[in-house]
T-cell receptor, first 112, second 117 residues
Framework: AQSVTQLGSHVSVSEGALVLLRCNYS??????LFWYVQYPNQGLQLLLK??????LVKGINGFEAEFKKSETSFHLTKPSAHMSDAAEYFC??????????FGAGTRLTVKP | GAVVSQHPSRVICKSGTSVKIECRSL??????MFWYRQFPKKSLMLMAT?????????EQGVEKDKFLINHASLTLSTLTVTSAHPEDSSFYIC?????????????FGEGSWLTVV
């Protein structure tokens, strides 16, 4: 079955600094990969997803992620952090016929 | 706008009672829906896969007699927490797969906060 590992349960950056949230996956078939954001007491919001085609995926709020098959990674980045980016971020993997599996989540803190 | 709707968004029930949470796909038919549970400050854990017209498939460790799932139509799946206990208090969220859209599009509901007192 597919699985996801998020490295770092908590990441702290300064406002304006680069955001890098790491995600590695395991899948027996070419995967579909997702990043979701969750603000306190709210549901999930899709940031971006990779299905096929271009390996660099751009999402909402200035985030992007690159699918690297050789590294089985799908790291999330943003060039310049905003205070409003503080939230919990989840990486997820899905195989076409299966359900979605989530990583443990990474809490992003943005310092002024 | 939302394409998957959950109801209720928040519910408080007494220990020993049962509570039902609904998950509806608004703009598409969903033969498969998924139910997740999230403990405070934890990730989402898949509870079960709900298949329209057939029995749900439960993940290991999930009590099927406690968490009853019914997927009676292509747009509605329900999760019933039976004989609820305080430890069942959690955030429950459903998702539905839209097969009409390429790329394995999965939409999530807004989630339901259950508090058992």
């Amino acid at each position: 079955a597919q699985s996801v590992t998020q490295l770092g349960s908590h990441v702290s950056v300064s406002e304006g600094a680069l955001v890098l949230l790491r995600c590695n996956y395991s899948s027996s078939v070419p995967p579909y990969l997702f990043w979701y954001v969750q603000y306190p007491n709210q549901g999930l919001q899709l940031l971006l997803k990779y299905t096929t085609g271009a390996t660099l995926v751009k999402g909402i709020n200035g985030f992007e992620a690159e699918f690297k098959k050789s590294e089985t990674s799908f790291h999330l980045t943003k060039p310049s952090a905003h205070m409003s980016d503080a939230a919990e971020y989840f990486c997820a993997v899905s195989e076409i016929s299966n359900d979605m599996r989530f990583g443990a989540g990474t809490r992003l803190t943005v310092k002024p | 706008g939302a394409v998957v709707s959950q109801h209720p968004s928040r519910v408080i029930c007494k220990s020993g009672t049962s509570v039902k949470i609904e998950c509806r796909s608004l703009d598409f038919q969903a033969t498969t829906m998924f139910w997740y549970r999230q403990f405070p400050k934890k990730s989402l854990m898949l509870m079960a896969t709900s298949n329209e017209g057939s029995k749900a498939t439960y993940e290991q460790g999930v009590e099927k007699d406690k968490f009853l799932i019914n997927h009676a139509s292509l747009t509605l799946s329900t999760l019933t927490v039976t004989s609820a206990h305080p430890e069942d208090s959690s955030f429950y969220i459903c998702s539905a797969r839209d097969l009409s859209v390429s790329g394995n599009t999965i939409y999530f509901g807004e989630g339901s906060w259950l508090t058992v007192v």
